[in-house]
């Protein structure tokens, strides 16, 4: 009787426990940092932010928050929704978020996307720093990719942008979850 609950009940709760972790990771919505450090620049500039379809149908959301840095003024919005310190593009749509910054320093913000491409082609969310009369210091410093059928693909420019996912609240959950199982199962085992 032992030896049938070894070979039947042990390699159940593993691979029940692998499923579950799976799953979790599966259906987790990826929370990335965008990090940009213009501290080899002075002076006036802007921070450009497009959110657009290419070759695709399919109609998805990024949503920017947490913005932090020198930002000055008003952003101008092109199909742009704003809700407190939150930005929602959408990919149905040209989606552009612009605003005045003073170079120098340090800028950051988190985005998460509603939504991956089902049909052929990709979205993607492109951040440009411009300087004061227009010019491009960088046209993609950093950008994030989302191809059907694909894991997001994250480009960046190192001069000027880090893009790094974040770790979220439920992810920490799981990894807990997981590991008072594996902890339970070692127990029992002794």
């Known amino acids: 009787m032992m030896n049938l609950k070894n070979l039947l009940i042990f390699p159940l709760s593993r691979a029940l426990l692998a499923l ?17 450090d213009t501290a080899g620049t002075s002076g006036d500039g802007f921070m450009q932010i497009d959110f657009l ?21 008003t952003p101008d919005l092109v199909n742009v929704t704003q809700s407190g310190g939150a930005f929602t593009f959408s990919s149905d749509a040209f989606s ?8 120098g320093g340090t800028f950051g913000f988190d985005v998460t996307f509603g939504g991956v491409p089902v049909n052929p082609g990709s979205t993607g969310l492109t951040v440009s720093l411009l300087d004061s009369a227009g010019g491009y210091l960088s046209f993609n410093a950093a950008q994030i990719s989302l191809v059907a059928g694909e894991p997001p693909a ?35 085992r002794a």
């Open 20 to 36: 579950y972790l799976l799953a979790g990771a599966a259906t987790a919505s990826p929370v990335y940092h965008v990090a940009l």
């Open 53 to 73: 379809p290419f070759g695709t149908t399919d109609v998805l959301t990024a949503t920017i928050s947490g913005l932090d840095g020198a930002f000055t003024g």
């Open 96 to 103: 552009e978020f612009f605003q005045s910054i003073l170079l």
């Open 154 to 188: 994250v480009v960046v420019d190192p001069a000027f942008a880090a893009v790094n996912p974040v770790p979220e609240p439920a992810d920490w959950l799981l990894v807990a979850t997981g590991l008072m199982l594996l902890g339970a199962m070692r127990r029992r």
